[in-house]
Nanobody, 123 residues
């Protein structure tokens, strides 16, 4: 059974930082694209960042570029999202997701497994 468990969310003042973690249950996913998405109340889920299996290639939504950094530690089966200079508009539930081995893109349809989400609130 595939499991993705996010942690690290919380309440933070604007300008502050948080680091989200996503632990995935299968070592198979160490070679897969992993992504972060977020969903604010009343809005659709949107892409935040993604990284390939090797940890070399990463891409970001324009709204977070320069402030957020995605990384992964395959030895620990964990992907991270470092969020700096947080803004109130970053407030959302953040989800990690497993894509595929080649390129998963910026659409949620490119991802097959999802975590339960973790709340991030910036005020």
């Amino acid at each position: 059974q595939v499991q993705l468990v996010e942690s690290g969310g919380g309440l933070v003042q604007a300008g502050g930082s948080l680091r989200l973690s996503c632990a995935f249950s299968s070592r198979t996913f160490s070679s897969y694209y992993m992504g972060w998405f977020r969903q604010a109340p009343g809005k659709e889920r949107e892409f935040v960042a993604a990284m390939d299996g090797s940890g070399i290639s990463a891409y970001y939504a324009d709204s977070v570029k320069g402030r957020f950094t995605i990384s992964r530690d395959n030895a620990k089966n964990t992907v991270y999202l470092q969020m700096n200079s947080l803004k109130p508009e970053d407030t959302a539930v953040y989800y990690c997701a497993v894509g595929n081995r080649y390129y998963s893109g910026r659409s949620s349809s490119g991802y097959d497994y999802w975590g339960q989400g973790t709340q991030v609130t910036s005020y």
